[in-house]
């Protein structure tokens, strides 16, 4: 099973910078998308009704705001949000049930600047954390795919003393990312690379992409149960069209 998870920055916007023709041959079984900054009666029909996938989408409230989508191309059993209205009211997490496996399509929230959304971050990260151990307990495996918006450790990101202070490296983010690992669930992308300067979001600011001067906050991590059946994590940085780039993981099941 190929699974691929993408910021997109905007589902309108990346739709005018060929990710039709991206999806179409990407080969993934399952696309999880994220920041989707749309409802899908606001969206063509390339975007809705693909050809060859079923398509699944969790929208903020807010208008042009957030948002979570998930790309099949076999039916899910049952496709689910979180089941709390505070974070399903701004389409942060969508889930999509293939027998004993669950895909996890998440928008982790930005803690922004000085830390203004730290608590609801915060919550958010515990909330999915108890969400995963549930799932687990009852016996299936999770691939939890998305832009966690957290650069775990400083290999994570090109410049980590300067932003210690800065939302998405602040230390309780690091602090609950250091709890997520240990708790049974494995970074896939660490787990067969430990390379320097792999990152998945680059600002549009100061040509960072260009100089690769970026964070590694998108991620597929999984249960450590369903690690043996992981054949690879990459990062897709040759992927244009949003300031993140694709993940890929691929499973043998």
Known sequence: MKIITWNVNGIRAVE???FC???AGCGADVVCIQETKA????????????EGYRAYWASAVKPGYSGTAIYSRTEPDKVETMGDSRFDDEGRVLMAYFGKLVVISAYFPNSQDKGARLDYKIAFCDAMLNKLDGLVAEGFDIVLCGDYNIAHKAIDLANPKTNEGNAGYLPEERAWMDKFTTSGYV???RHFCQEPKMYSWWSYRFHAREKNVGWRIDYANVNERLLPKVQSCTINSDVMGSDHCPVTLLLTL
């Open 187 to 189: 970074d896939t992308f």
């Open 21 to 23: 023709s991206w999806l």
């Open 39 to 50: 409802k899908p009666e606001q969206l063509s029909k390339n975007l809705t009704a693909p």
């Open 16 to 18: 005018k910078k060929d």
